[in-house]
């Protein structure tokens, strides 16, 4: 058994009065199933979630949406258990379930009162193996898989142009491409497009099970090894590596939509965690938009009023190198070219600049509070040992705050001038074209 | 500002987001909380949870849109968000940058019912967290300068929802459902009635209803009997009581009468609204009321109309119907997103199930399905000391009593056939009822 030195030194860390600190187990199968099991007696539930390190980046080209699709006939039986009724029993018995699809992974999980998580070991292993593909009840998710399109994207401008930026600003990477799938693509995906693709990903070798909760370690995990001990490994294929040509100059997307108001979304391609540039990302993310005392709420929102909102968004937890987005909406009157320059003018202001160290430790305390604060729930909490269990080691939480602590005032300036700069950006606009009736 | 936008709507796609809204509240069986009443009137409940070094507090204010002046509907929107504005010591800017340097929050909302003001913060920071929370609770200036700023972003993000399809069903349903009913309009007012709040307005709402005989306070978390009474001591005890303004009854005009709203813009979805008025939260046959709604269309894919709508004929991503529980009677709705071609059947889908459990007793399977999810759910919905502040506070404004948790199992439990189909009878309509469609009309071509 492992203890996990590493979350209670970096708890201790934070707030040297707490004594507070999760004790991580972690076991492997034979067959390479990895479990993480992390018990917590604050209250009696427990969350039980399977990770599969499969997400979109891993279709193949045409058929974009696979993963999200598969993850939706996920619920739609085995020959045990029969068609649809997966919710139904986890309702049954009192706990909810959902998933989730990424560009990286997909995630299963359960919440149950503790004392009926063994529930979920026999659902998630039969279904890892033993999924039904009715090509009758493919076609009928597939038609539901568009009208969750139709709600998200095709009815939503905001976030058509997301699409748009996100697409434009990748050539050659699968990043490029909507975990939704595109609308052509979704209606090209067959039965055995879904069948093939589970069967090469959906395996134990490249699983990860998460528990937090109200458990025993060791009582769990002998029903982990009776019911996912048996399911042969499969042959995966060496990852494939993409990556994506340097951008050389800045690219340009104009979306004209029914909308009210001009909407301006601007992507940065930057290093993704554990990259050394990652930590003082994170932290030029929250100076610019943490908050209403933010550099852009500030000056954006408050002050010169030519926004309603604004925000930036680094999410670094990404397999290869992502983007550093921002965005905002016009005030109603405002010229959306002026929302632009604010902007760069911000960006401009902190290149030549440096923050003072007070606004340095304003963030860093902001990422660390809501560390500690996300503990609060063990979804939550089996959410992060998930996220960085996807990125190779759950401990690598440790690596994060101790290189978050270490930014400097000069830190954010380099990666300010390093990566926000205009060859390397691309532009959205929403530009509204009202139907005046 | 910062949140995790992108993260939730674009890299996670959720098979259906239900799971965690259904039903208003949830419970943990033994919760030690304790509950005082202080000389001022101010109710205090008080639960210690001593594994994580947080502090949740909510501090529940009975005041909501049901007080204020028709003319001047989002007066008690727009008194709770000036809160966070400017007091006798600081300036607007100060709050935020106080709050956002402890990596805190603070921030204040309202429902149909009342407003809530919530700090979230760490064990270490709490002295400084009270401070801020009882400056903005019991000092606010209401500067003429945040008002006019705050009135314009209202107004503006107002605009921008318009964008949003059921932004616009829900505005147009409500105004049908409860008419001149304060219900029926917006918490957030219209740009018209907006422009008439005064600061003066906003000065006499605030010292007529935040008033500690008017308020409960909820503490959840790592923090002692000690520390808590040293808080309470410190900052609220010379929060002053004072009398309420007579409560005006809002009445309510029960139309019996079927009404189709079709309203035209670019999409390739109908957005569907179809209900009418439904029960108050104190109303008996609530578990009643709970369990029948569960199978009918709120228990997300063990209910009925997910099963057709979604499982068999794959028209829609999400269908799911609820009663809004409120002081007064709120909202039952039936709400579901399909591509305009497909908005007829689905309407004549739901209207099918509608008369179905209104006519036949559910089965034994669907009863006791129900029930032991909503009594076997209880406990587990409650597992954060956040949702623990804000429940705490729900029950005692509902007045629940602090054994809800033990009384609801058996309030659900008791429920029978005979009392769902009673109840189906009682308050559903399967043909006097409020329709909104908005969609592309002419693909829709509904013949309604």
């Known amino acids: 058994m492992k203890q996990s030195r590493i979350i209670l030194i970096y708890l201790l860390i934070i707030i040297p009065t707490t004594l507070y600190a999760?004790?991580?187990?972690?076991?492997?199968?034979?067959?390479?199933?990895?479990?993480?099991?992390?018990?917590?007696?604050?209250?009696?539930?427990?969350?039980?979630?399977?990770?599969?390190?499969?997400?979109?980046?891993?279709?193949?080209?045409?058929?974009?949406?696979?993963?999200?699709?598969?993850?939706?006939?996920?619920?739609?039986g085995t020959p045990r258990y029969g068609p649809s009724v997966f919710s139904k029993i986890i309702q049954k018995y009192g706990g909810t379930d959902n998933a989730y699809t990424t560009k990286d992974y997909t995630v299963y999980f359960e919440l149950f009162s503790s004392d009926r998580i063994m529930l979920s070991i026999d659902l998630e292993a039969d279904r890892m193996e033993n999924l039904t593909f009715d090509p009758k009840e493919v076609l009928s998710e597939r038609s539901v898989v568009m009208e969750e399109r139709r709600l998200r994207y095709e009815d939503d401008p905001q976030n058509s142009l997301f699409e748009e930026v996100e697409a434009a600003a990748y050539k050659a990477h699968p990043y490029q491409r909507p975990v939704i799938g595109w609308m052509p693509d979704l209606k090209s995906i067959e039965r055995d497009d879904l069948y093939n693709y589970y069967k090469a990903l959906y395996s134990p070798n490249n699983a990860v099970i998460v528990i937090v909760g109200d458990v025993k370690t060791d009582q769990i995990l002998e029903r982990i090894k009776s019911s996912f001990g048996n399911i042969l490994p499969g042959s995966l294929k060496k990852n494939t590596n993409f990556s994506e040509p340097e951008q050389k100059g800045e690219r340009r997307i104009l979306l004209k939509r029914e909308a009210e108001l001009p909407y301006l979304l601007v992507a940065y391609h930057a290093p993704s965690f554990p990259h050394e540039d990652s930590y003082a990302l994170d932290v030029l993310s929250l100076i610019l938009s943490g908050g209403k005392s933010s550099r852009l709420f500030t000056s954006l929102v408050y002050e010169k009023k030519i926004a309603l909102d604004v925000d930036t968004d680094y999410d670094g937890f990404n397999r290869d190198s992502y983007l550093f987005f921002l965005d905002a909406t016009?005030?109603?009157?405002?010229?959306?070219?002026?929302v632009e320059n604010a902007l760069y003018a911000e960006i401009e202001k902190i290149k030549k600049e440096p923050p003072s160290e007070k606004e340095t430790q304003k963030a860093k305390n902001q990422i660390e509070a809501s560390f500690?604060?996300?503990?609060?729930?063990?979804?939550?909490?089996?959410?992060?040992?998930g996220i960085f269990e996807m990125l190779g080691d759950w401990r690598l939480i440790d690596r994060y705050l101790e290189g978050i602590k270490k930014v400097t005032p000069e830190d954010v300036v380099k990666v300010a001038k390093k990566y926000l700069e205009e060859d390397n950006r691309t532009v959205g606009i929403l530009i509204p074209t009202k139907n005046k009736n | 500002?910062?949140?995790?936008?992108?993260?939730?709507?674009?890299?996670?796609?959720?098979?259906?987001?239900?799971?965690?809204?259904?039903?208003?509240?949830?419970?943990?069986?033994?919760?030690?909380?304790?509950?005082?009443?202080?000389?001022?009137g101010l109710i205090v409940l008080h639960s210690e949870e001593h594994s994580l070094?947080?502090?949740?507090?909510?501090?529940?204010?009975?005041?909501?849109?049901?007080?204020?002046?028709?003319?001047?509907?989002?007066?008690?929107?727009?008194?709770?968000?000036?809160?966070?504005?400017?007091?006798?010591?600081?300036?607007?800017?100060?709050?935020?940058?106080?709050?956002?340097?402890?990596?805190?929050?603070?921030?204040?909302?309202?429902?149909?019912?009342?407003?809530?003001?919530?700090?979230?913060?760490?064990?270490?920071?709490?002295?400084?967290?009270?401070?801020?929370?009882?400056?903005?609770?019991?000092?606010?200036?209401?500067?003429?300068?945040?008002?006019?700023?705050?009135?314009?972003?209202?107004?503006?993000s107002l605009r921008q929802s318009e964008e949003n399809p059921s932004f616009i069903a829900e505005r147009a349903f409500r105004k049908e459902v409860f008419g001149e009913h304060p219900y029926g309009r917006l918490m957030e007012g219209s740009a018209?009635?907006?422009?008439?709040?005064?600061?003066?307005?906003?000065?006499?709402?605030?010292?007529?209803?935040?008033?500690?005989?008017?308020?409960i306070l909820s503490i959840v978390g790592d923090l002692t009997e000690e520390e808590l009474n040293a808080f309470i001591k410190g900052y609220l005890d010379d929060w002053e009581k004072a009398n309420l303004p007579p409560r005006s009854s809002n009445g309510l005009d029960e139309k019996?009468?079927?009404?189709?709203?079709?309203?035209?813009?670019?999409?390739?979805?109908?957005?569907i609204l179809l209900g009418h008025v439904g029960i108050s939260r104190d109303n008996p046959d609530y578990y009643a009321v709970s369990i029948m709604n569960y199978i009918f269309g709120g228990g997300g894919f063990s209910s009925r109309l997910m099963h057709s709508v979604r499982d068999e004929m794959g028209l829609a991503y999400d269908v799911d119907s609820s009663f809004s529980l409120n002081k007064e009677k709120g909202l039952f709705q039936v709400e579901v997103q399909t591509k305009n071609e497909s908005a007829?059947?689905?309407?004549?889908?739901?209207?099918?199930?509608?008369?179905?459990?209104?006519?036949?007793?559910?089965?034994?399977?669907?009863?006791?399905?129900?029930?032991?999810?909503?009594?076997?759910?209880?406990?587990?919905?409650?597992?954060?000391?956040?949702?623990?502040?804000?429940?705490?506070?729900?029950?005692?404004?509902?007045?629940?009593?602090?054994?809800?948790?033990?009384?609801?199992?058996?309030?659900?439990?008791?429920?029978?056939?005979?009392?769902?189909?009673r109840v189906a009878k009682k308050y559903l309509d399967s043909e006097n009822y409020v329709l909104v469609i908005v969609a592309n009309q002419k693909k829709a071509a509904l013949k309604l």
């Open chain 2, 344 to 421: 007829e059947l689905v309407i004549s889908e739901i209207l099918k199930q509608t008369e179905r459990i209104r006519k036949e007793h559910v089965s034994d399977e669907e009863l006791s399905d129900a029930k032991s999810y909503l009594t076997g759910s209880f406990m587990r919905r409650l597992d954060t000391d956040r949702k623990i502040a804000d429940f705490l506070a729900f029950v005692e404004f509902y007045n629940l009593g602090l054994d809800y948790i033990e009384k609801y199992p058996r309030y659900i439990n008791s429920v029978t056939k005979e009392d769902v189909l």
């Open chain 2, 192 to 215: 018209e009635t907006i422009d008439n709040i005064r600061r003066e307005d906003l000065v006499r709402f605030y010292s007529d209803y935040f008033r500690p005989n008017n308020s």
């Open chain 2, 53 to 156: 070094p947080i502090v949740m507090v909510t501090l529940l204010v009975k005041v909501s849109q049901l007080n204020e002046p028709k003319d001047k509907a989002g007066l008690a929107n727009l008194t709770a968000e000036l809160l966070l504005e400017g007091t006798k010591h600081r300036k607007s800017t100060d709050i935020s940058e106080e709050i956002d340097f402890l990596g805190a929050s603070l921030d204040t909302s309202t429902s149909r019912d009342y407003t809530t003001i919530s700090l979230s913060v760490l064990k270490k920071d709490i002295s400084k967290g009270f401070e801020l929370f009882s400056d903005i609770l019991l000092n606010p200036v209401f500067p003429q300068m945040e008002i006019e700023r705050k009135k314009e972003h209202l107004k503006g």
């Open chain 1, 330 to 338: 016009a005030s109603p009157g405002k010229d959306i070219k002026d």
């Open chain 1, 22 to 76: 999760a004790d991580i187990k972690e076991h492997r199968l034979d067959n390479g199933l990895k479990v993480l099991i992390v018990e917590n007696h604050k209250a009696p539930v427990a969350t039980f979630q399977v990770w599969y390190r499969t997400g979109s980046r891993d279709e193949p080209a045409g058929k974009s949406g696979l993963s999200h699709l598969l993850e939706h006939m996920m619920f739609k």
């Open chain 2, 256 to 271: 019996k009468t079927k009404k189709v709203v079709k309203i035209d813009k670019d999409l390739t979805q109908a957005n």
């Open chain 1, 372 to 385: 500690i604060m996300e503990q609060d729930s063990i979804y939550s909490e089996a959410m992060k040992f």
């Open chain 2, 1 to 40: 500002m910062k949140n995790s936008k992108y993260w939730k709507i674009v890299i996670i796609f959720f098979i259906l987001n239900f799971a965690f809204l259904f039903l208003n509240f949830n419970a943990v069986s033994a919760l030690n909380v304790k509950r005082t009443v202080l000389q001022n």
